[in-house]
C-alpha cells in the first residue's frame, strides 16, 4: 500500500491503472478510521480493482466554533487499518496541497434543495463544503466508483445529485451504517463523548426505532415526530431536528409517500450526534 501526499505523484501511480482498463474505488474519509469507515473500504475492494482511501480534515465543511482544530488527525493508525482492509493507495494531502490559493476565494459546488434544512440549518455552508472537496477528489481520483455511509444521509443525497447534475461517470455506493453492539452508529464524533455521555448516546437510536414503530402502526406523523423530540429531550439531549422525509431525494413527504427517512441530529453535551432509519409508512 502507498500513502501519497502529492497530486502529481496520485496521477502518475492512476495513470497506468485507467490504462489497464482497471475499475478504481474511491473512499473518501477525514481520518480517525473506525468500523464504520472499514465497511466502505471492505465494499470497495470486493467490488474493484484499485481502492484509494483518501485521508484530508477538510476546513471548508466546518463552520466557525465547529470542531476542526480538534478533530483528531490519526495517520499512523488510520495507515494500519486502512493496510489490513486491502486499501491499495492512500491520498493524504495537505491543505496547500488541495487549496493553494487558500479557500476564501475558491470555486464551491453548492447542491441546492437537498443541501438545504436538517443539518444545513445548524451547520450553514457545510455541504457547500462537503461538495466542493468531493468534487474536486472526483477530479483528481477520477474513479469508477465511490463509496459513502449511509449515516450521513443528507450528506449522501447531496453527493449523489450533485454527480447526476454534473454528469460525472461515477456509481455511488451508500454502505449501511455500522453501529455499536448497543446500537449507536459509529462516529468518529462518538470519541467526544464522556463515558457517562457514551452510556446515554445509545438513546438516539432507541427512540428513532420507537418513532419508526409508531410512524408504522396508527400514529400520525406530527404526534410521533413529537413524542420522539420528547423523549431525546428526556434522555438528555438537545436536539437539532427529528424529521420524516421522502427516502429518495430527502423531499417533504406527501399522502401517498410509502419509502420515508427518519433523520435526527442531536447534541449531548458538545458533541452533535446524527442517524437515520428508513421507514416504509403503511397504505
Ligand atoms: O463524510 C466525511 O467523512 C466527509 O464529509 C467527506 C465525505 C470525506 C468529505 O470531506
Known amino acids: 500500500m502507498l500513502t501519497l501526499h502529492d497530486i502529481a505523484e496520485l496521477r502518475a501511480h492512476l495513470t497506468p491503472y485507467r490504462r489497464d482498463g ?21 465494499a470497495a475492494r470486493r467490488d474493484a480493482d484499485v481502492v484509494v482511501a483518501t485521508i484530508f480534515v477538510n476546513p471548508l465543511q466546518f463552520g466557525e466554533g465547529e470542531d476542526f482544530e480538534r478533530y483528531p488527525r490519526t495517520l499512523d493508525t488510520d495507515t494500519q487499518a486502512l493496510a489490513s482492509h ?24 453548492s447542491v ?8 444545513s440549518a445548524n451547520r450553514p455552508g457545510h455541504f457547500t463544503g462537503v461538495a466542493t472537496v468531493v468534487s474536486l477528489l472526483f477530479h483528481l481520483v477520477q474513479p469508477d466508483i465511490a463509496y459513502f455511509g449511509r449515516k450521513d444521509y443528507q450528506q449522501l443525497t447531496v453527493i449523489r445529485k450533485m454527480v447526476a447534475d454534473l454528469h460525472f461517470p461515477i456509481d455511488i455506493v451508500g454502505v449501511p451504517t455500522q453501529r455499536a453492539e448497543d446500537g449507536l452508529a459509529l462516529s468518529s464524533r462518538n470519541g467526544y463523548l464522556s463515558a457517562t455521555e457514551r452510556q446515554r448516546a445509545p ?21 410521533a415526530l413529537r413524542e420522539g423530540l420528547a423523549s431525546l429531550a ?12 421522502r427516502a429518495q431525494d430527502m423531499g417533504p413527504v406527501a399522502v401517498d409517500t410509502r419509502e420515508t427517512i427518519l433523520l435526527a441530529a442531536a447534541h449531548l453535551g458538545t458533541t452533535r450526534l446524527i442517524d437515520n432509519l428508513p421507514v416504509s409508512l403503511p397504505h
Open 22 to 42: 482497471q475499475r478504481i474505488a474511491l473512499v473518501p474519509t477525514m481520518g480517525n478510521l473506525h468500523a464504520g469507515h472499514l465497511a466502505l473500504i471492505d
Open 86 to 109: 486491502g486499501c491499495d493507495i492512500i491520498f493524504a494531502p495537505s491543505a496547500d496541497t488541495l487549496y493553494p490559493q487558500g479557500h476564501a476565494h475558491l470555486t464551491q459546488v
Open 112 to 119: 441546492p434543495q437537498v443541501s438545504e434544512g436538517l443539518c
Open 203 to 223: 438513546a438516539l437510536y432507541r427512540i428513532l426505532c420507537q418513532v419508526r414503530d409508531a410512524l408504522q402502526s396508527d400514529t400520525t406523523p406530527a404526534s
Open 234 to 245: 428526556a434522555e438528555g439531549f438537545k436536539p437539532d431536528y427529528l424529521e420524516l422525509r
